[in-house]
């Protein structure tokens, strides 16, 4: 059944039918002036309290003109109901799709059309401060599941006309609603043009999280091209340098494109602390990257093929440790570096409860017993543990840095320094190949751009110079045009 | 292949990389023997030739700016023309082939005999056609990165070891006479491939390429002169009998946090190879690319070159005999003039006695 029937019963029925065996179907019948009228809504997703007040008690109570159906719902619709979102709908499957978003639709007999009335009444989580991205100094509120919840958050941060809120939908089952959202003229209509086009080839039948959306709006890699954030202001500031933001129901983190690299470096608090600590605290971050990805495959590659390097003193007390031990370096290094791995799955996935237990069991136990007992050096130990520290200081990175970790250590164990300077030169062409949506991933470091880079890159400047002009990211260095 | 446009910088830094990583591997065995200080005189001299050789590339670039040099001949010679592009591709192979067994030779006589050098060449080629493949912005990005690090890592080694500098090791200049120094100039031309990078690549350049020229050719002669400098002031006549005099500078460097810095050096220097095989690869991309009709990418051209890079380095550093030939100074000077200077003015010849007005139709064939 494709349009809404005049009759009141077929509509009953194919409705009845579609949600058969659903016992959250509710259908209300009522009679106005004589002529029948029914109101449809799933339980558990509107208010009951506001179909009562804002549809049924007046709906009851006026005096409805006589005339035929189309007659009384136009009558109804002018002088009798006053919800502020409701509107005529004569496709079925648009009311079926509104009835399962939170809707109230009506139905009168004789009229070819519905009215559905928003009256969503679902449970909702209030916004609470994100635990993914804490900051010291930013706001509290982080988004939520709805995702109209959401854009009112980034509405009531940016009071502009320019700020669009475009509607898509992906999943073939599941209609999940998205909003695209942009500020028109600091955004690139060939980027926006690009996410609707990609948003619409998305063949997912059901997206229960925004990441299941990444996979289609970039071409893949080491490093992503979608950038994903739980916090309104970080989306808003992004909004402004040209970034579209994709907000999708049922999931409080909002997906941003372009997405360039230092961005994964970038904080809320770099903002909004003084210049000088902004850029320290920046090549901090770059520090414990480069440590967290290096250090493990370095420390295997001084150990064994280039000893020469270290001080003689580092070097035996090194030596010293090792000697201690029953596995050679690299299998000692690559254990624990397993080791640590499972622990944090293991403190990431065990109940709440448990946690303090494996991370005391993890921590002492093994970590303590096994130097004392002789199974690993401690120097090996020491190395994993600061890997797996710095990295937590560049979170966004902490997927491929695990992959690039053990990448250098078996680089370093084949082809000491020079195997990591090798893996560094392939990844800095993978680096240096990326894109996303047509800017380069490394822009504007390289490309590169002193302007740019010493604005926001490799210094913070101050909001000055932040304000004096636009940093568009379309106008990074080395950005083109998609498609050519 | 000429949809993807580099920066005349980003082009000249990745060319200045891949000389100084060649530079670096300049030694007494395979580069001639003598005084540091003429070798200087030798590297100006052969830069200002290089103005000279480099003019057919120029002209032809003019006349024919959305053309490479294989295109260009396949256009204006027909069949015979395809020639040009594969002996372009060869001459490729064979200037990556001779660095990269360079290299091997480095590792297996300085570092250590029983290294796996072939793995490690393996591995740079490796990184070289992944940087091919992933196109030309790609490496050119990259090659400015390592061009930072090139000069941090070399500013580091000079700086300490400028400590160690002696006026009393320097020689007086042309003692000899002038024949060293000749040499050199012959020497160095020989071991440049910027030519002919720039025949085939430089459609894919955008900016002041003039410019770019003249200040890789002063920035190099300023990076070598500096290195033979600090080579001759530093270890006197004992360069004269290490295989590989830089590297034996980089390895006298002591700092309080480190014990040694060559270590650090050889992979930088690994780096600035792997970008000149890089260029090379992509660059048989191309000459590759120029055989066919339509002139899209050849990735297959890549894979040709580094696959027959790698034979050329394993045979250049395991046959004794095939070093003989594959490294002599006056075949990679013959070529290396083949395709810096006579091939490019056969074409430019070829091209204007032809008589076509270039840019227009050039305009016509792009957009096709």
């Known amino acids: 059944m494709e349009k809404v029937s005049a009759s009141l019963e077929e509509n009953k029925k194919y409705l009845q039918g579609e949600f058969q065996n659903s016992m959250d179907f509710m259908m209300r019948e009522l009679e106005l002036s004589g002529t029948g009228a029914a109101l449809f809504a799933l339980d558990g997703l509107v208010s009951k309290q506001t179909i009562t007040l804002s549809i049924l008690n007046p709906l009851m109570g006026a005096p409805i003109l006589a005339g035929d159906g189309e007659a009384k719902m136009k009558f109804v619709e002018k002088s009798v109901l006053g919800s502020v979102e409701q509107k005529r709908e004569d496709r079925m499957e648009q009311i079926l799709l509104l009835l399962m978003s939170g809707f109230a639709v009506l139905f009168i007999d004789g009229c070819p059309e519905g009215m559905v009335f928003g009256v969503q009444g679902f449970e909702s989580r209030g916004p609470e401060e994100p635990q993914n991205e804490v900051m010291q100094r930013g706001a509290k509120d982080g988004f939520t599941e709805s995702y109209q919840n959401n854009m009112a958050m980034i509405r009531r941060r940016m009071k502009t006309t320019a700020l669009k809120f475009e509607k898509a939908q992906v999943g073939g089952q599941s209609h999940t609603p998205l909003a695209i959202c942009y500020l028109e003229g600091i955004a690139s209509p060939q980027v926006v043009e690009k996410v609707k086009e990609r948003l619409e080839n998305c063949t997912l039948q059901t997206a229960l999280g925004a990441g299941y959306l990444v996979g289609f709006l970039e071409r893949g890699g080491l490093f992503t091209g979608v950038g994903m954030s739980e916090r309104p202001d970080v989306v808003c500031g992004k909004i402004e340098e040209g970034r579209v933001a994709i907000l999708m129901e049922g999931t409080p983190s909002v997906l941003l494109v372009p997405f360039l690299f230092v961005e994964n470096f970038q904080t809320l608090d770099d903002y909004l602390t003084r210049p000088f600590y902004g850029t320290f605290i920046r090549w901090l971050k770059f520090l414990a990257f480069f440590l967290s990805a290096f250090l493990p495959g370095l420390y295997i590659a001084i150990t064994t093929h280039h000893p020469e390097l270290l001080p003689e003193s580092l070097l035996l007390k090194i030596a010293q440790a090792e000697a201690q031990t029953p596995f050679p370096v690299m299998a000692e290094t690559l254990l624990l570096y397993f080791l640590y791995e499972v622990l944090r799955e293991a403190g990431l996935r065990a109940p709440r409860s448990l946690s303090a237990t494996v991370s005391i069991v993890g921590g002492l136990v093994v970590g303590d017993t096994a130097v004392s007992a002789g199974l690993v050096s401690a120097p090996s130990l020491l190395v994993v543990a600061l890997t797996a520290i710095a990295g937590y200081a560049v979170p966004r990175l902490y997927e491929p840095l695990a992959l690039l970790r053990l990448m250098f250590l078996l680089a370093g164990d084949f082809m000491g320094v020079w195997g990591v300077m090798l893996g560094l030169l392939l990844l800095l062409l993978h680096l240096c190949g990326s894109e996303s949506f047509g800017v380069p991933l490394l822009s504007p470091a390289a490309p590169y751009s002193g302007d740019l880079a010493f604005r926001d890159v490799f210094a913070r400047a101050g909001w000055e110079k932040l304000s004096r002009r636009d940093a568009k990211v379309q106008d990074m260095p080395g950005s083109r045009e998609i498609g050519e | ?368």
């Open chain 2, 1 to 368: 292949m000429a949809g993807r446009k580099i920066s005349a910088r980003q082009f000249f830094i990745s060319m200045f990389v891949s000389r100084v990583a060649a530079a670096i591997a300049l030694n007494g065995r395979y580069a001639g023997e003598g005084n540091p200080l003429e070798t200087i005189v030798s590297y100006v001299l052969s830069m200002g030739l290089g103005f000279l050789i480099a003019l057919p590339i120029w002209g032809l670039h003019h006349r024919r700016p959305q053309w490479d040099l294989g295109r260009a001949a396949v256009e204006d010679m027909g069949f015979i023309g395809k020639l040009v592009p594969l002996l372009y591709f060869l001459y490729f192979v064979l200037m990556n082939g001779t660095s990269l067994a360079l290299f091997q030779l480095f590792l297996m006589d300085t570092v250590n005999p029983a290294f796996p050098a072939a793995l490690v060449a393996a591995a740079l080629t490796g990184a070289a056609l992944y940087g091919a493949l992933r196109g030309i912005e790609a490496v050119a990005r990259c090659a400015t990165c390592v061009f930072v690090l090139l000069l941090l890592g070399c500013g580091l080694v000079f700086g300490i070891v400028a400590w160690r500098f002696s006026p009393e090791n320097l020689e007086p200049l042309f003692y000899d006479g002038f024949s060293r120094t000749y040499e050199g100039v012959f020497l160095f031309i020989a071991r440049t491939s910027v030519f002919a990078d720039m025949a085939i690549l430089l459609p894919m350049v955008k900016g002041r390429k003039g410019l770019g020229f003249a200040l890789w050719a002063g920035g190099t002669a300023l990076f070598v002169g500096a290195a033979l400098l600090l080579v001759a002031g530093c270890l006197g006549r004992y360069a004269g009998t290490q295989g590989f005099p830089v590297y034996v500078l980089s390895s006298i460097t002591q700092v309080r946090s480190m014990q040694r810095l060559d270590a650090v050096f050889t992979g930088v220097w690994m780096m600035g190879l792997a970008v000149k095989l890089a260029f090379g690869l992509y660059a048989c991309r191309v000459c590759l690319s120029s055989l066919k009709r339509d002139p899209g990418p050849c990735r297959g051209g890549a894979w040709a070159g580094a696959l027959l890079t790698e034979g050329t380095a394993l045979c250049a550093a395991f046959l004794p005999w095939a070093r003989e030939y594959l490294m002599d100074t006056r075949l990679l000077f013959l070529c290396t003039a083949a395709a810096g200077f006579v091939l490019p003015l056969l074409v430019l010849l070829i091209d204007l006695l032809r008589g076509k007005k270039p840019r227009g139709e050039e305009e016509n064939h792009a957009k096709t």
